[in-house]
Protein backbone atom coordinates (compact mmCIF):
# COMPACT_ATOMS: atom_id res chain seq x y z
CA UNK A 1 0.00 0.00 0.00
CA UNK A 2 1.20 3.37 -1.11
CA UNK A 3 0.68 6.76 0.59
CA UNK A 4 -0.32 9.92 -1.41
CA UNK A 5 2.47 11.87 -0.67
CA UNK A 6 5.88 9.23 -0.69
CA UNK A 7 6.91 6.16 -2.39
CA UNK A 8 6.14 2.70 -1.00
CA UNK A 9 6.41 1.56 2.16
CA UNK A 10 8.50 -1.79 1.05
CA UNK A 11 10.51 1.08 -1.23
CA UNK A 12 11.36 3.31 1.79
CA UNK A 13 12.21 -0.50 3.82
CA UNK A 14 14.72 -1.55 1.56
CA UNK A 15 18.27 -0.29 2.20
CA UNK A 16 20.75 0.72 -0.19
CA UNK A 17 23.81 -1.78 -0.07
CA UNK A 18 27.26 -0.41 0.32
CA UNK A 19 29.11 0.53 -2.88
CA UNK A 20 25.35 0.32 -4.74
CA UNK A 21 24.93 2.96 -7.16
CA UNK A 22 22.08 5.28 -6.55
CA UNK A 23 19.11 5.16 -8.85
CA UNK A 24 17.87 8.01 -10.30
CA UNK A 25 14.63 6.58 -11.23
CA UNK A 26 11.38 8.68 -10.35
CA UNK A 27 9.76 7.55 -6.96
CA UNK A 28 7.34 4.46 -7.65
CA UNK A 29 9.53 3.28 -11.09
CA UNK A 30 11.75 0.36 -10.83
CA UNK A 31 15.86 0.65 -10.26
CA UNK A 32 16.74 -0.21 -13.94
CA UNK A 33 18.82 -3.09 -14.22
CA UNK A 34 22.32 -2.64 -14.88
CA UNK A 35 23.98 -3.69 -18.06
CA UNK A 36 26.18 -6.54 -17.73
CA UNK A 37 29.98 -5.87 -19.43
CA UNK A 38 29.88 -9.01 -21.50
CA UNK A 39 30.80 -9.58 -24.89
CA UNK A 40 28.46 -11.25 -27.83
CA UNK A 41 29.18 -14.77 -27.83
CA UNK A 42 29.79 -14.88 -31.49
CA UNK A 43 32.70 -12.97 -30.98
CA UNK A 44 34.20 -15.10 -28.72
CA UNK A 45 33.52 -18.05 -30.89
CA UNK A 46 35.27 -16.25 -33.95
CA UNK A 47 38.17 -15.40 -31.68
CA UNK A 48 38.35 -18.78 -30.86
CA UNK A 49 37.85 -19.80 -34.62
CA UNK A 50 40.44 -17.50 -35.76
CA UNK A 51 43.52 -19.31 -33.22
CA UNK A 52 42.42 -22.59 -34.46
CA UNK A 53 43.13 -21.29 -38.16
CA UNK A 54 46.22 -19.93 -37.01
CA UNK A 55 47.36 -23.46 -34.95
CA UNK A 56 46.57 -25.26 -38.49
CA UNK A 57 49.57 -22.79 -40.22
CA UNK A 58 52.23 -23.95 -38.55
CA UNK A 59 53.72 -27.10 -36.56
CA UNK A 60 56.09 -25.08 -34.27
CA UNK A 61 55.55 -26.68 -30.69
CA UNK A 62 56.70 -23.17 -29.40
CA UNK A 63 54.31 -21.49 -31.13
CA UNK A 64 51.83 -23.85 -30.14
CA UNK A 65 52.46 -23.56 -27.05
CA UNK A 66 51.83 -19.64 -27.05
CA UNK A 67 48.81 -20.11 -28.50
CA UNK A 68 47.83 -22.42 -25.71
CA UNK A 69 48.54 -20.26 -23.12
CA UNK A 70 46.95 -17.42 -24.49
CA UNK A 71 43.79 -18.76 -24.75
CA UNK A 72 43.86 -20.93 -21.27
CA UNK A 73 44.93 -17.01 -19.97
CA UNK A 74 42.12 -15.64 -21.33
CA UNK A 75 39.83 -18.19 -20.19
CA UNK A 76 40.96 -18.60 -16.96
CA UNK A 77 40.40 -14.91 -15.85
CA UNK A 78 37.01 -14.53 -18.25
CA UNK A 79 34.76 -17.48 -17.93
CA UNK A 80 31.63 -17.65 -15.64
CA UNK A 81 30.59 -19.92 -13.11
CA UNK A 82 27.89 -21.33 -15.23
CA UNK A 83 28.65 -25.63 -16.08
CA UNK A 84 29.20 -25.00 -19.53
CA UNK A 85 32.35 -22.91 -18.53
CA UNK A 86 33.71 -25.68 -16.82
CA UNK A 87 34.68 -27.48 -20.38
CA UNK A 88 37.92 -26.35 -21.08
CA UNK A 89 39.66 -28.64 -18.99
CA UNK A 90 37.77 -31.57 -20.64
CA UNK A 91 38.67 -30.35 -23.78
CA UNK A 92 42.17 -30.26 -22.82
CA UNK A 93 42.02 -33.21 -21.32
CA UNK A 94 41.00 -34.87 -24.89
CA UNK A 95 43.90 -32.68 -26.30
CA UNK A 96 46.20 -34.47 -24.75
CA UNK A 97 44.60 -37.37 -25.29
CA UNK A 98 44.53 -36.95 -29.01
CA UNK A 99 48.47 -36.21 -28.90
CA UNK A 100 49.50 -39.59 -27.28
CA UNK A 101 47.33 -41.70 -29.13
CA UNK A 102 49.40 -40.15 -32.44
CA UNK A 103 52.89 -40.93 -30.66
CA UNK A 104 51.09 -44.73 -30.20
CA UNK A 105 50.48 -44.30 -34.16
CA UNK A 106 53.41 -43.21 -35.25
CA UNK A 107 55.34 -45.98 -32.55
CA UNK A 108 52.94 -49.42 -33.11
CA UNK A 109 52.13 -48.57 -37.37
CA UNK A 110 55.28 -46.78 -38.33
CA UNK A 111 55.84 -43.02 -40.02
CA UNK A 112 56.76 -42.70 -43.66
CA UNK A 113 59.61 -40.10 -42.02
CA UNK A 114 63.37 -41.47 -42.18
CA UNK A 115 65.23 -41.21 -39.24
CA UNK A 116 69.01 -42.35 -38.64
CA UNK A 117 68.67 -42.08 -34.49
CA UNK A 118 66.79 -45.42 -33.60
CA UNK A 119 65.19 -45.26 -30.47
CA UNK A 120 63.87 -49.04 -30.24
CA UNK A 121 62.84 -51.70 -32.14
CA UNK A 122 59.85 -53.73 -31.79
CA UNK A 123 58.64 -56.91 -33.25
CA UNK A 124 57.57 -56.85 -36.91
CA UNK A 125 54.22 -58.53 -37.72
CA UNK A 126 54.34 -59.51 -41.85
CA UNK A 127 51.38 -58.78 -43.31
CA UNK A 128 49.64 -59.89 -46.63
CA UNK A 129 50.42 -58.95 -49.77
CA UNK A 130 47.45 -56.69 -49.84
CA UNK A 131 48.53 -54.91 -47.06
CA UNK A 132 51.70 -53.08 -48.59
CA UNK A 133 52.76 -49.67 -47.55
CA UNK A 134 51.11 -50.91 -43.65
CA UNK A 135 53.67 -52.18 -40.84
CA UNK A 136 53.04 -53.25 -37.37
CA UNK A 137 56.39 -52.85 -35.28
CA UNK A 138 59.62 -52.52 -36.54
CA UNK A 139 62.17 -49.83 -36.03
CA UNK A 140 61.11 -46.28 -33.89
CA UNK A 141 63.15 -43.49 -34.89
CA UNK A 142 63.51 -39.91 -33.01
CA UNK A 143 62.51 -38.29 -36.27
CA UNK A 144 59.59 -39.98 -36.69
CA UNK A 145 58.24 -39.43 -33.10
CA UNK A 146 59.29 -35.54 -33.58
CA UNK A 147 57.14 -35.24 -36.68
CA UNK A 148 54.29 -37.20 -34.94
CA UNK A 149 54.70 -35.04 -32.12
CA UNK A 150 54.04 -31.74 -34.15
CA UNK A 151 51.69 -33.17 -36.19
CA UNK A 152 49.46 -33.96 -33.16
CA UNK A 153 50.49 -31.07 -31.34
CA UNK A 154 48.77 -28.94 -34.52
CA UNK A 155 45.60 -30.63 -34.01
CA UNK A 156 45.70 -30.74 -29.83
CA UNK A 157 45.70 -27.10 -29.86
CA UNK A 158 42.95 -26.67 -32.34
CA UNK A 159 40.80 -28.83 -29.60
CA UNK A 160 41.80 -26.43 -27.13
CA UNK A 161 40.65 -23.36 -29.04
CA UNK A 162 37.55 -25.01 -29.46
CA UNK A 163 37.47 -25.84 -25.51
CA UNK A 164 37.79 -22.28 -25.35
CA UNK A 165 35.04 -21.10 -26.81
CA UNK A 166 32.90 -23.35 -25.31
CA UNK A 167 33.90 -22.21 -22.23
CA UNK A 168 33.93 -18.40 -22.65
CA UNK A 169 30.28 -18.07 -25.07
CA UNK A 170 26.98 -18.75 -23.92
CA UNK A 171 25.20 -21.11 -26.11
CA UNK A 172 21.82 -19.55 -25.29
CA UNK A 173 22.85 -16.10 -26.00
CA UNK A 174 24.74 -17.50 -28.99
CA UNK A 175 21.63 -19.12 -30.31
CA UNK A 176 19.55 -15.95 -29.29
CA UNK A 177 22.15 -14.00 -31.56
CA UNK A 178 21.32 -15.99 -34.97
CA UNK A 179 19.40 -14.77 -37.47
CA UNK A 180 16.07 -16.13 -37.71
CA UNK A 181 16.79 -18.39 -40.89
CA UNK A 182 19.06 -20.10 -39.04
CA UNK A 183 16.84 -20.83 -35.86
CA UNK A 184 16.17 -24.71 -35.90
CA UNK A 185 19.76 -25.41 -37.68
CA UNK A 186 21.25 -23.37 -34.63
CA UNK A 187 19.20 -25.27 -31.60
CA UNK A 188 20.38 -28.70 -33.15
CA UNK A 189 23.75 -27.17 -33.07
CA UNK A 190 23.39 -25.63 -29.64
CA UNK A 191 22.22 -29.17 -28.08
CA UNK A 192 24.87 -30.82 -29.56
CA UNK A 193 27.37 -28.33 -28.22
CA UNK A 194 25.74 -28.36 -24.43
CA UNK A 195 26.22 -32.38 -24.50
CA UNK A 196 29.90 -32.15 -23.21
CA UNK A 197 29.56 -29.35 -20.63
CA UNK A 198 26.00 -31.28 -19.09
CA UNK A 199 27.72 -34.42 -19.45
CA UNK A 200 30.69 -33.07 -17.18
CA UNK A 201 28.52 -31.48 -14.83
CA UNK A 202 26.59 -34.77 -14.10
CA UNK A 203 29.28 -36.80 -13.79
CA UNK A 204 31.08 -33.95 -11.16
CA UNK A 205 27.63 -33.81 -9.05
CA UNK A 206 26.65 -37.59 -8.65
CA UNK A 207 30.62 -38.29 -8.25
CA UNK A 208 30.71 -35.89 -4.98
CA UNK A 209 27.16 -37.40 -4.07
CA UNK A 210 29.13 -40.61 -3.74
CA UNK A 211 32.25 -39.33 -1.94
CA UNK A 212 29.83 -37.70 0.58
CA UNK A 213 28.39 -41.17 0.86
CA UNK A 214 31.70 -42.76 1.46
CA UNK A 215 31.11 -44.71 -1.65
CA UNK A 216 34.00 -45.52 -4.51
CA UNK A 217 33.84 -42.82 -7.32
CA UNK A 218 37.11 -43.74 -9.32
CA UNK A 219 37.93 -47.09 -11.12
CA UNK A 220 36.03 -49.14 -13.17
CA UNK A 221 33.46 -49.87 -10.43
CA UNK A 222 32.83 -46.34 -10.05
CA UNK A 223 32.61 -45.73 -13.37
CA UNK A 224 30.17 -48.31 -14.31
CA UNK A 225 28.09 -47.33 -11.25
CA UNK A 226 28.27 -43.40 -12.56
CA UNK A 227 27.53 -44.34 -16.10
CA UNK A 228 23.91 -45.33 -15.63
CA UNK A 229 22.77 -42.07 -13.49
CA UNK A 230 24.19 -39.74 -15.99
CA UNK A 231 22.71 -41.55 -19.11
CA UNK A 232 19.48 -41.61 -17.51
CA UNK A 233 19.67 -37.82 -16.45
CA UNK A 234 20.30 -37.16 -20.18
CA UNK A 235 17.57 -38.89 -21.44
CA UNK A 236 15.31 -36.75 -19.10
CA UNK A 237 16.52 -33.80 -19.99
CA UNK A 238 15.96 -34.79 -23.44
CA UNK A 239 12.54 -35.15 -23.16
CA UNK A 240 11.89 -31.98 -20.62
CA UNK A 241 13.95 -30.17 -24.14
CA UNK A 242 11.36 -31.69 -26.65
CA UNK A 243 8.11 -30.73 -24.13
CA UNK A 244 9.44 -27.02 -23.54
CA UNK A 245 10.23 -26.90 -27.57
CA UNK A 246 6.59 -28.07 -28.46
CA UNK A 247 4.89 -25.78 -25.84
CA UNK A 248 6.86 -23.05 -27.44
CA UNK A 249 5.77 -23.40 -30.73
CA UNK A 250 9.13 -24.49 -32.06
CA UNK A 251 9.41 -24.90 -35.96
CA UNK A 252 6.32 -22.42 -36.77
CA UNK A 253 6.61 -20.42 -39.71
CA UNK A 254 4.65 -17.31 -41.33
CA UNK A 255 3.35 -17.45 -44.68
CA UNK A 256 5.86 -15.17 -47.48
CA UNK A 257 5.22 -14.67 -50.99
CA UNK A 258 6.51 -17.70 -53.40
CA UNK A 259 8.80 -14.74 -54.99
CA UNK A 260 10.48 -14.17 -51.76
CA UNK A 261 11.08 -17.44 -51.47
CA UNK A 262 12.66 -18.06 -54.16
CA UNK A 263 14.54 -14.95 -53.96
CA UNK A 264 15.72 -16.43 -50.94
CA UNK A 265 16.64 -19.65 -52.27
CA UNK A 266 18.45 -17.85 -55.18
CA UNK A 267 20.36 -15.23 -53.16
CA UNK A 268 21.84 -18.48 -49.91
CA UNK A 269 22.63 -20.98 -52.78
CA UNK A 270 24.95 -18.25 -55.16
CA UNK A 271 26.01 -17.01 -52.35
CA UNK A 272 27.64 -20.08 -50.71
CA UNK A 273 28.67 -21.26 -54.37
CA UNK A 274 30.29 -17.30 -54.37
CA UNK A 275 32.03 -18.31 -50.82
CA UNK A 276 33.42 -21.87 -52.08
CA UNK A 277 34.60 -20.64 -55.35
CA UNK A 278 36.18 -17.14 -53.75
CA UNK A 279 37.91 -19.21 -51.28
CA UNK A 280 38.97 -21.88 -53.64
CA UNK A 281 40.37 -18.95 -55.17
CA UNK A 282 42.84 -17.63 -52.46
CA UNK A 283 44.18 -21.25 -51.54
CA UNK A 284 45.51 -21.35 -54.90
CA UNK A 285 47.79 -18.94 -57.13
CA UNK A 286 46.48 -18.80 -59.81
CA UNK A 287 42.98 -17.39 -58.50
CA UNK A 288 44.54 -14.53 -56.46
CA UNK A 289 43.18 -12.10 -58.84
CA UNK A 290 39.58 -12.67 -58.47
CA UNK A 291 39.07 -14.74 -55.21
CA UNK A 292 38.65 -11.83 -53.27
CA UNK A 293 35.89 -10.11 -54.86
CA UNK A 294 33.93 -13.36 -55.54
CA UNK A 295 34.31 -14.19 -51.88
CA UNK A 296 33.33 -10.61 -50.84
CA UNK A 297 30.30 -10.85 -53.41
CA UNK A 298 29.23 -14.22 -51.73
CA UNK A 299 29.76 -13.42 -48.32
CA UNK A 300 27.10 -10.08 -49.05
CA UNK A 301 24.27 -12.56 -51.47
CA UNK A 302 24.89 -15.35 -48.65
CA UNK A 303 23.92 -12.42 -45.90
CA UNK A 304 21.24 -10.83 -47.81
CA UNK A 305 19.23 -14.45 -48.09
CA UNK A 306 19.58 -15.14 -44.41
CA UNK A 307 17.80 -11.62 -44.02
CA UNK A 308 15.25 -12.19 -45.93
CA UNK A 309 14.49 -16.18 -45.37
CA UNK A 310 14.43 -14.81 -41.46
CA UNK A 311 10.99 -13.28 -42.47
CA UNK A 312 9.24 -16.46 -41.92
CA UNK A 313 10.99 -16.74 -38.39
CA UNK A 314 7.78 -15.93 -35.86
CA UNK A 315 10.71 -15.38 -32.99
CA UNK A 316 11.13 -12.09 -31.30
CA UNK A 317 14.64 -11.73 -29.24
CA UNK A 318 14.10 -9.97 -25.65
CA UNK A 319 17.48 -8.18 -24.53
CA UNK A 320 19.71 -8.99 -27.43
CA UNK A 321 23.38 -8.78 -27.02
CA UNK A 322 24.99 -5.84 -29.02
CA UNK A 323 28.04 -6.36 -31.28
CA UNK A 324 30.11 -3.30 -29.71
CA UNK A 325 33.47 -1.91 -29.42
CA UNK A 326 34.55 -4.81 -27.54
CA UNK A 327 33.01 -7.45 -29.45
CA UNK A 328 35.47 -6.12 -32.80
CA UNK A 329 38.44 -5.92 -30.26
CA UNK A 330 38.12 -8.89 -29.60
CA UNK A 331 37.36 -10.74 -33.16
CA UNK A 332 40.26 -7.99 -34.32
CA UNK A 333 42.57 -9.83 -32.15
CA UNK A 334 41.91 -13.18 -33.41
CA UNK A 335 41.27 -12.58 -36.99
CA UNK A 336 44.71 -10.71 -36.98
CA UNK A 337 47.02 -13.49 -35.05
CA UNK A 338 45.54 -16.13 -38.54
CA UNK A 339 46.24 -13.20 -40.68
CA UNK A 340 49.75 -12.54 -39.41
CA UNK A 341 50.44 -16.26 -39.05
CA UNK A 342 49.38 -17.11 -42.68
CA UNK A 343 51.62 -14.91 -44.14
CA UNK A 344 54.42 -15.69 -41.90
CA UNK A 345 53.80 -19.43 -43.22
CA UNK A 346 53.88 -17.53 -46.52
CA UNK A 347 57.31 -15.55 -45.64
CA UNK A 348 59.79 -17.51 -43.68
CA UNK A 349 58.04 -21.16 -44.03
CA UNK A 350 61.10 -22.94 -42.39
CA UNK A 351 60.45 -20.51 -38.67
CA UNK A 352 57.09 -21.96 -38.80
CA UNK A 353 57.25 -25.79 -40.04
CA UNK A 354 60.71 -26.70 -38.01
CA UNK A 355 62.59 -29.90 -40.04
CA UNK A 356 62.94 -33.39 -38.44
CA UNK A 357 65.30 -34.49 -41.02
CA UNK A 358 67.68 -33.73 -39.68
CA UNK A 359 66.64 -33.22 -36.05
CA UNK A 360 67.40 -30.03 -34.95
CA UNK A 361 65.76 -28.03 -32.45
CA UNK A 362 62.71 -25.92 -32.77
CA UNK A 363 63.99 -21.54 -32.38
CA UNK A 364 60.83 -19.21 -31.35
CA UNK A 365 60.31 -16.77 -34.66
CA UNK A 366 60.58 -13.26 -33.15
CA UNK A 367 57.42 -11.25 -35.18
CA UNK A 368 55.24 -14.41 -35.39
CA UNK A 369 55.55 -14.95 -31.39
CA UNK A 370 54.40 -11.33 -31.12
CA UNK A 371 51.78 -11.98 -33.56
CA UNK A 372 50.76 -14.59 -31.39
CA UNK A 373 50.46 -12.43 -28.26
CA UNK A 374 47.57 -10.00 -29.91
CA UNK A 375 45.51 -13.34 -28.69
CA UNK A 376 45.65 -11.50 -25.21
CA UNK A 377 43.79 -8.75 -26.29
CA UNK A 378 40.65 -9.71 -25.34
CA UNK A 379 42.07 -10.06 -20.99
CA UNK A 380 42.70 -6.39 -21.38
CA UNK A 381 39.28 -4.75 -23.40
CA UNK A 382 36.89 -7.41 -21.52
CA UNK A 383 35.52 -7.23 -18.08
CA UNK A 384 36.33 -9.97 -15.53
CA UNK A 385 33.20 -11.68 -14.21
CA UNK A 386 32.11 -10.95 -11.11
CA UNK A 387 32.52 -13.88 -8.79
Known amino acids: MTSSDGPSVAARA ?39 TAATRTTNPLLLALLVAASAYVVATHRSAAPWARSYTAFARLALAVLLVRLVFATVLGSPIPGTHTLLTLPEIPLPHWAQGIRLGGEVTAEALVFAAYDGLKLATLLICVGAANALASPSRLLKSLPGALYE ?26 RLRGRPDRGIRGLLQVGLPVLEGALE ?151
Not at 26 to 49: K, N, Q, S
Not at 261 to 273: E, K, N, P, Q
Not at 325 to 330: E, I
Open 14 to 52: VPRAPGEPRSTAPAGEGVPTRRRATVHPGAWWLWAISLG
Open 185 to 210: TGVAVVVALTFAPHLIADVQRLRAAR
Open 237 to 387: RSVALAAAMESRGYGRTAEVPARVRRTTAALTLGGLLGICAGTYGLLTAEGGGYGAPLLLAGTAAALAGLRLGGRRSLRTRYRPDPWDTRAWLVTGSGVAVAALLTLASARAPEALHPGVVPLTAPTLPLWPAASVLLALLPALVVPRERS
